[in-house]
């Protein structure tokens, strides 16, 4: 079955404790990309990545990191949560053929994260 | 630049009754635009998307949508709401030539027994 898998599907964690959220698509797609979603504010893109090894900021990058070293797999690192960080965390991909951005997104289940 | 304004954030409905929820869009390019659907405690589910073939696209479970250019809009609508129709409704922009991925603020539908 295609699919973007995420895991952990839900996280307590307490500030500083840094920690992955992974993110996997079965679906050889090119590019992939994290969301957060905060109520009244719909989902906010994190960072992106169009293609392995090629990675960028999104609209709320800060307090997050990414990487994409294989096609598959767009793990989002927290180093250092805080509070502000609680959220619903989507992770998305996209068809390989990026030039028709006709394409929709597939995504994750999400990941409810709370910091304490 | 691109832009997406989900005109209501909350729409209450009779069970039976149409449903519209309203989008509008600013886009300097040829704009592509979904609508997303997000049960609770569920992830997004695309309804339907617009594709340039047509004004009047048809998603799933009844649901439609019509772009119109000259309003820059994209609304979304259904003849008669169910029960099962209660979700909160992403409109989303895209364009030709961009990665990026807009979404409106949401709007929370509730349909009345």
């Known amino acids: 079955e295609a699919q973007v898998t995420q895991n952990p599907r839900y996280l307590i964690t307490v500030t500083g404790k840094k920690l992955t959220v992974t993110c996997s698509q079965n679906?050889?797609?090119?590019?992939m990309s994290w969301y957060r979603q905060d109520p009244g504010l719909g989902l906010r893109q994190i960072y992106y990545s169009m293609n392995v090894e090629v990675t960028d900021k999104g609209d709320v990058p800060e307090g997050y990191k990414v990487s994409r070293k294989e096609k598959r797999n767009f793990p989002l690192i927290l180093e250092s949560p805080s509070p502000n960080q609680t959220s619903l965390y989507f992770c998305?991909?996209?068809?390989?053929?990026?030039?028709?951005?006709?394409?929709?997104?597939?995504f994750g289940p999400g990941t409810r994260l709370t910091v304490l | 630049a691109q832009s997406v304004t989900q005109l209501d954030s909350h729409v209450s409905v009779s069970e039976g009754t149409p449903v519209l929820l309203r989008c509008n869009y600013s886009?300097?390019?040829?704009?592509?635009l979904f609508w997303y659907v997000q049960h609770p405690n569920k992830g997004l589910q695309l309804l339907l998307k617009y594709t340039s073939a047509a004004t009047l696209v048809k998603g799933i479970n009844g649901f439609e949508a019509e772009f119109k250019k000259s309003e820059t809009s994209f609304h979304l609508t259904k003849p008669s709401a169910h029960m099962s129709d209660a979700a909160e409704y992403f409109c989303?922009?895209?364009?030709?030539?961009?990665?990026?991925?807009?979404f409106g603020t949401g709007t929370r539908l509730k349909v009345l027994a």
């Open positions: 679906m050889n797609h090119e590019y």
């Open positions: 886009s300097s390019y040829s704009p592509s």
């Open positions: 989303v922009v895209s364009g030709l030539g961009t990665y990026k991925y807009i």
């Open positions: 998305a991909s996209r068809n390989p053929l990026a030039e028709s951005s006709y394409n929709e997104q597939f």
